[in-house]
């Protein structure tokens, strides 16, 4: 069973980065057009990771319609 984005600790540490460089922009400590792309990709990321959690996985099964390879008759070149 897939748990709620919000008690994953993949939200948690994108929460986590995303306060982090508000304080630290806010602060003067950090440009906030760079806390700005920083949090854009960890958000963007951490939606990737949810999407990706959420597709169920494929079992791979056997093919049913597939013909035998042809065969290879190798011929030399022998003269008698």
Do not use: H
């Not at 508000?22 to 958000?43: E, F």
């Amino acid at each position: 069973m897939l748990k709620p984005g919000v008690k994953t600790s993949e939200f948690l540490a994108a929460l986590l980065y995303v306060l982090g460089t508000l304080i630290a922009s806010l602060t003067d400590k950090l440009d906030p057009k760079w806390a700005a792309i920083g949090s854009a990709i960890v958000v963007g990321l951490y939606a990737l990771a949810r999407g990706l959690a959420k597709v169920p996985a494929t079992p791979v099964l056997p093919a049913t319609n597939v013909q035998a390879p042809a065969t290879f008759t190798q011929t030399t070149g022998t003269t008698t």
